[in-house]
């Protein structure tokens, strides 16, 4: 069955922990945090105060989305906060030193994973596909929730997802009319930020998600 990671950026960040644990009871898989500086997007959100808090309860794994500029700086200090059971994807667009970076948090025990906006190809993780955990597909440009899925996405998952055994995440604008043409792409994994958190009841949000991901 397809693996669920809510965005809490799409919830109410006064209430994080009812939220999160709203999630757990639903059966999501993850909490998906996004990160933002408001230099490599144009958002600001949370930072590593909220992400210790989380991290604190393991209320769910935590599947962590950095999206800053100067990711090689302040990883660590993300990383410092995670555990086995935790993931976390860095940007192909703001590391530098890539293979650095994958295989330290890989050495750290946490799942390590590559994120790659919409516009950049497939092509360019090539060299680092084989020693990531799995791949963090931006379905949308990343910085906001409640954006539309971009629909030439589809053929970058199945261009991957037909060239390496790689597990695939897809973060942005999933929600239940697309999610079964995912599954059937392949993809584990999906965030969903907007089709959990808005309208309707958290709990059975995600319910929906999965059993459309099944047809
Ligand atoms: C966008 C974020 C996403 C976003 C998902 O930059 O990485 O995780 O919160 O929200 P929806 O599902 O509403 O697109
Ligand atoms: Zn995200």
New binding site residues.
């Given amino acids: 069955m397809i693996k669920v990671s809510p965005?809490i950026?799409a919830g109410d960040l006064l209430n994080f922990r009812s939220e999160v644990e709203r999630c757990k009871k639903g059966g999501a898989d993850f909490i998906?945090?996004?990160v933002m500086d408001g230099h490599f997007v144009p958002n600001l959100t949370f930072g590593l105060p909220f992400v210790k808090s989380l991290a604190r309860d393991r209320i769910l794994p935590l599947?962590l989305?950095l999206?800053v500029a100067n990711t090689d700086y302040v990883y660590e200090q993300y990383l410092a906060y995670l555990g086995k059971d935790d993931r976390m994807?860095v940007h192909y667009e703001s590391t530098v030193h890539l293979d650095r970076v994958i295989n330290n948090i890989r050495l750290k025990g946490v799942q390590a994973g590559v994120?790659i906006n919409p516009a950049s190809s497939i092509a360019l993780l090539y060299p680092i596909v084989e020693i990531v955990d799995f791949v963090?597909v931006?379905s949308v440009n990343?910085g906001f929730s409640h954006q539309s899925f971009i629909d030439y996405t589809f053929t970058k998952i199945a261009e991957l997802k037909s060239n390496f055994p790689v597990e695939v995440e897809v973060?942005?604008g999933v929600n239940v009319g697309n999610v079964k043409r995912l599954a059937s792409l392949g993809v584990e994994v999906i965030?969903a930020?907007g089709a959990v958190f808005t309208g309707g009841c958290v709990e059975e949000n995600i319910r929906k998600l999965k059993v459309a991901a099944c047809g």
């Fill in positions: 965005s950026l998906h945090l996004d599947d989305h999206m994807a994120a963090l931006m990343p973060d942005g965030v930020g």
